[in-house]
């Protein structure tokens, strides 16, 4: 059904596998499932940029981090937007990926934003070159 439907609102997209799961790409990353046991996800790339007024795709869809993608826990046909809701959502995000919009950065931390305990930072110069090397570290390192 998800194939379909991707296919039909997206004619130009391919199939491919990332992270060992069903990926579909147009111009970049563009959409993804992935079936479990109990239940199946599907997510797009660039959700939060899509004009969704009802919350389909919302925050909450993913029941506190219970299921990966955006449609949430998908154990039934009937877990999914509307067909015409989904069609939507795939030609809002072909037109993205045709416009070369990209996901807004999240702003990194500086290394001044952290708070590193004076005994670290002592301990480190006692080591010429692991203060070096923990100085070129990035905040996420």
Request: proline content about 7%; some cysteine.
């Amino acid at each position: 059904k998800l194939r379909e439907l991707v296919h039909q609102g997206c004619p130009e997209v391919s199939e491919t596998i990332k992270w060992g799961m069903p990926s579909f790409e147009y111009k970049g990353a563009f959409c993804g499932m992935a079936a479990f046991k109990q239940h199946a996800v599907f997510g797009f790339w660039k959700s939060k940029l899509l004009h969704d007024p009802k919350n389909y795709l919302g925050e909450n869809k993913a029941h506190g981090g219970e299921a990966m993608g955006n449609c949430g826990r998908l154990t039934s046909l009937k877990d999914l937007p509307p067909d015409k809701v989904m069609l939507d959502f795939i030609k809002q995000a072909k037109k993205l990926n045709d416009e070369g919009i990209k996901i807004p950065k999240k702003v990194p931390l500086n290394k001044t934003d952290l708070i590193i305990p004076p005994f670290f930072i002592n301990a480190l110069k006692k080591n010429k070159n692991a203060f070096t090397t923990f100085s070129k570290f990035s905040p996420s390192s």
